[in-house]
């Protein structure tokens, strides 16, 4: 399907769907037309940078300004994950996220499954602030089925009557830390697709000229059933999907439910900027047809001359004060450790997984009194490479953004074989759960399909039907694995609390868990100083061969 996606999209680009320069340098007549600037998984780089490249939200509010001045109807939607990833949102439990979005004058926004990490009540709490709605439609208290935000907004403006619904992604259930996800239930599969043709319809209902939906749904395989390809495949009615969480850039007319044979069949436009700022979305309706272009933040492009000036200053002296409290050098690296998503910690042994869970393994045998035989750490919460030289506390709040603590639990060792079967149930396809680990040595066959068994407990995975039918675990500790030993293991408190596919550890992490409450960048740092000197050498050069992938 990505490879599919990736054929559509450079043809579009050929073809000239994608036009990367901005507004002010089109000078066209938008009278009478709509555009709607769109943005998705941001992830705090809310600072115009050539070298990341990202735009920033000072260029954003210019780009929508430019349509408006231009003569054009504007609205501002964003697909979610704006939090979690820089320390200028993480620092402040993504607060700051919103404040940003405030200042650039957002018109509405669909939660991601980042914007729950520090869980329900503090992006409650964050929405004190905010100035524009929360849309999502399948988001429900589990004690009485009430939604937690308004499904759709109607916006009226000069021309046009726009509906758009909220969607957020059930697997939020997971990859958020359950532990700070209590009373909440999403709607998944058909319970999801009939809520958005509910949705659909009233707005249809309404008078509106164009139906959108806002999801944090993504078209990765991982969330088959719950994508933006299959809400629009099982609906009809959705005139345009603007759409986050898997990354990707996306520009593409996507059939509607219909019936088999049918002449006519209905189309969604379904749009998608990719990540960390790389676009700006822009979808121009002129009252009959849709036409969707990206301006990419390509160095040549990016100017910091180019952007609203009131929100550059307020972002960029929130940034230079982060930047300065975090600026100080406790180590260096020399060499470069690798935590990019594919291929990187989620399809594979890293050196950076290897580095990482080596200090967690460590630091928990400082602090336990029984010995620790193992750690393994989610490649999901790795969030970048740590670069050749000086390594600065950003660095590690930047790879390391969670503020994830260490926790301690026993697990038996058909239970540890469990978690790295499911764990790696997609391998060689990136995976957020796919596990890095220290002290364990297993193998991946990845010529063995995955067998699906019971679907775990408020979650989109599913258990291993054939645990040990993919992987083999030659060893724990330096001993041979055996499936009824009892194994004292280190891993994170996301993880312990069933994050992701490691429904497996919530038993044991009630019944032994030991929550350290010394953070993973801690335990990295302490590491770093203590054992290795302050230096990362040729020791983690290359991966250290904990892992091998069959494919």
């Not at 679907?455 to 039918?469: C, H, I, K, V, W």
Request: charged share 15%.
């Amino acid at each position: 399907m990505k490879k599919l996606l990736s054929i559509l999209l450079a043809l579009a680009m050929l073809a000239g769907c994608l036009m990367p320069a901005a507004f002010a340098e089109q000078k066209v007549d938008l009278s009478g037309k709509l555009v709607i600037v769109h943005t998705n998984d941001i992830h705090g780089y809310a600072v115009t940078d050539s070298g990341e490249p990202s735009v920033g939200y000072a260029q954003i509010k210019q780009y929508r300004a430019d349509a408006a001045a231009l003569g054009a109807d504007t609205l501002l939607l964003d697909a979610g994950d704006a939090s979690q990833g820089q320390p200028i949102v993480n620092l402040e439990k993504g607060l700051n996220a919103i404040k940003f979005m405030n200042a650039t004058g957002y018109d509405a926004m669909c939660p991601g499954n980042h914007e729950f990490d520090w869980g329900v009540e503090q992006f409650q709490l964050n929405l004190e602030t905010a100035t524009f709605p929360i849309l999502c439609a399948n988001m429900l208290r589990a004690s009485d089925k009430t939604l937690y935000f308004a499904p759709y907004k109607i916006f009226e403006t000069a021309n046009y009557k726009i509906g758009v619904i909220g969607l957020d992604t059930p697997e939020t259930l997971t990859k958020a830390n359950p532990a700070l996800m209590q009373n909440v239930t999403f709607l998944m599969g058909e319970e999801l697709y009939a809520c958005a043709q509910q949705y659909v319809d009233e707005l249809k209902a309404a008078g509106c000229d164009l139906v959108v939906v806002l999801g944090h749904l993504g078209v990765d395989d991982e969330s088959m059933g719950n994508r933006s390809l299959d809400v629009i495949a099982n609906t009809t009615g959705i005139d345009l999907f603007i759409d986050g969480h898997s990354h990707t850039e996306l520009n593409e007319m996507v059939e509607q439910k219909h019936a088999e044979g049918a002449e006519n069949v209905p189309t969604t436009l379904l749009v998608s900027t990719g990540s960390y700022g790389h676009n700006i979305g822009e979808v121009v309706f002129d009252g009959e047809s849709l036409s969707a272009s990206l301006y990419k933040a390509q160095s040549t492009q990016v100017s910091a001359a180019y952007g609203d000036a009131d929100v550059s200053e307020m972002i960029g002296a929130i940034n230079d004060e982060i930047d300065q409290q975090l600026s100080a050098t406790f180590a260096k690296t020399d060499v470069l450790l690798n935590g990019e998503r594919s291929p990187g910690v989620r399809t594979e042994e890293t050196n950076l997984g290897d580095f990482s869970t080596d200090a967690m393994l460590w630091q928990a045998n400082q602090t336990y009194s029984v010995p620790v035989v193992a750690a393994f750490n989610n490649g999901g919460g790795i969030r970048a490479s740590i670069q050749i030289g000086d390594i600065t506390m950003k660095d590690m709040k930047t790879v390391f953004p969670y503020g994830n603590t260490l926790q301690i639990m026993t697990l038996k060792g058909s239970e540890l074989l469990e978690l790295l079967e499911a764990s790696s149930y997609c391998t060689p396809e990136p995976l957020g759960g796919f596990m890095q680990v220290a002290g364990i040595v297993m193998t991946i066959d990845t010529t063995v399909p995955y067998e699906n068994g019971d679907l775990y407990p408020d979650s989109t995975y599913y258990a291993p039907a054939n645990p040990g039918g993919r992987v083999t675990i030659e060893s724990v500790g330096g001993q041979p694995f055996d499936l009824e030993a009892e194994y004292v293991i280190a891993t994170n408190d996301f993880s312990a609390a069933g994050g992701d596919q490691c429904y497996v550890l919530k038993y044991a992490n009630q019944q032994t868990g030991y929550n350290t409450y010394i953070s993973l960048e801690d335990a990295l740092i302490n590491y770093t100083t203590t054992v290795l000197g302050g230096v990362i050498g040729e020791t983690y050069a290359q991966p250290q061969g904990r892992i091998t992938v069959i494919q």
